[in-house]
T-cell receptor, first 111, second 118 residues
Framework: QKEVEQDPGPLSVPEGAIVSLNCTYS??????FMWYRQYSRKGPELLMY????GNKEDGRFTAQVDKSSKYISLFIRDSQPSDSATYLC???????????FGSGTKLNVKP | DAGVIQSPRHEVTEMGQEVTLRCKPI?????LFWYRQTMMRGLELLIY????????DSGMPEDRFSAKMPNASFSTLKIQPSEPRDSAVYFC????????????????FGDGTRLSIL
């Protein structure tokens, strides 16, 4: 079983829709949770970064962490065609520098 | 601020040749990571350095792969001899250790080297 599981998609939505992206994990020691966005032929860029449980909001993006269920989510409100990319979740333990990545979900927002 | 810089952006070479990928981390970052990304396996950590010292190379697939970090601003990943199954996008990322808050910092990625071994 992989440390981090993520549905590869693709996920196709109309412009303006609310998008929900999710990851599940098996390691209860994970404390740091990140979402990266990767455009085609580019490196992953950090979108959201949270420590431990709870919600974090940044503009149209909201990250949620539910440690009891070992489940994290990224919500995108009012999705735009420019949001079309692959979204990767990543996580890490408190005292460990390895970051474990999901395989990524490909999102397509149609105009 | 300059991000993580990788070179070359693309490399096409024949099986058996030596391949060297280069990375310049963000200034001030003391951790450097090498990843490989493929459709089948996603993003895999190969090796990471702290203060130029290799800390964990358990992800390096074979002895054909080697990585060095001679100073804080430069690292190389070498494949010798290369094989077609090494074809992938190789990313370098950097970060700095926990700062005043003690919280671990996220990684910043370069745009990768797209490697094709014929």
């Amino acid at each position: 079983q992989k440390e981090v599981e993520q549905d590869p998609g693709p996920l196709s939505v109309p412009e303006g829709a609310i998008v929900s992206l999710n990851c599940t994990y098996s390691n209860s020691a994970f404390q740091y949770f990140m979402w990266y966005r990767q455009y085609s032929r580019k490196g992953p860029e950090l979108l959201m970064y949270t420590y431990s449980s709870g919600n974090k909001e940044d503009g149209r993006f909201t990250a949620q962490v539910d440690k009891s269920s070992k489940y994290i989510s990224l919500f995108i409100r009012d999705s735009q065609p420019s949001d079309s990319a692959t979204y990767l979740c990543a996580m890490s333990e408190d005292n460990f520098n390895k970051f474990y990545f999901g395989s990524g979900t490909k999102l397509n927002v149609k105009p | 601020d300059a991000g993580v810089i990788q070179s070359p952006r693309h490399e096409v070479t024949e099986m058996g040749q030596e391949v060297t990928l280069r990375c310049k981390p963000i200034s001030g970052h003391d951790y450097l990571f090498w990843y490989r990304q493929t459709m089948m396996r996603g993003l895999e950590l190969l090796i990471y350095f702290n203060n130029n010292v290799p800390i964990d190379d358990s992800g390096m697939p074979e002895d054909r792969f080697s990585a060095k970090m001679p100073n804080a601003s430069f690292s190389t990943l070498k494949i010798q001899p290369s094989e077609p199954r090494d074809s992938a996008v190789y990313f370098c990322a950097s970060t700095h250790g926990p700062v005043v808050t003690g919280l671990r910092q996220p990684q910043h990625f370069g745009d990768g080297t797209r490697l094709s071994i014929l």
